[in-house]
């Protein structure tokens, strides 16, 4: 079942960026269906986290869509290299984001090898937040889009995962956010091969 639109729109984001941990992210660009089980996530709460993009209600061109209702995409590129991607969350005007960080490949392997130019499905394939939107086909034309629909979209497949099962710990890459950066924001599979090294 693909997620509803009301799904996204809790103000609750760090639960929100726990439970998305073991539902499906899918997605369908050129008839080419790629999907694969969220492993990892990182939550960002805006305006009053520093590590959010839209920190103190910091409104550009590239946060823009962080501000509308939730159940759109938010993809952003970093390094002039990786596209990174977000789901949005929250109600109108309330700019929180879930980075999805890694998923287990489950459909369009091959699809996906090939987008990596890889020819063994290891942990590089999709376990990292850059590497996993290559794999799935994601990039800046996957933004702002509406995640109700069969290009991108999350399904609940049925898995249910207990609260020992997945590990909370530190974001990535947010040193510059002080005090912030500590929150046990981010949630992995326990034991996934799938996810980066717990800190």
Request: charged share 20%; net charge positive; glycine share 8%.
């Amino acid at each position: 079942m693909i997620l509803p639109l009301s799904y996204y729109q809790s103000s609750d984001v760090v639960t929100l960026a726990q439970d998305l941990i073991g539902k499906v992210l899918t997605t369908n660009f050129n008839n080419q269906r790629t999907a694969g089980i969220i492993v990892e996530t990182e939550a960002y709460k805006g305006p009053d986290d520093k590590a959010c993009h839209a920190y103190n209600n910091k409104r550009t061109p590239r946060t823009e869509v962080m501000f509308h209702k939730g159940g759109i995409s938010y993809v952003y590129l970093i390094y002039g290299i990786h596209h990174l991607f977000n789901v949005v969350t929250g109600k109108q005007d309330e700019p929180h984001a879930v980075l999805i960080r890694a998923i287990q490949p489950l459909q369009g392997l091959e699809i996906m090898l090939h987008r990596r130019n890889m020819t063994k499905p290891i942990r590089r394939l999709t376990g990292g937040p850059g590497v996993l939107s290559k794999a799935l086909g994601i990039d800046k034309q996957a933004n702002q889009l509406d995640l109700t629909q069969s290009l991108l979209c999350i399904e609940d497949q049925g898995a249910l995962l207990q609260h020992s099962e997945i590990i909370a710990s530190p974001r990535v890459g947010v040193d510059y956010a002080g005090e912030d950066a500590k929150f046990p924001w981010r949630f992995r599979v326990k034991d996934s091969p799938w996810t980066s090294p717990a800190k």
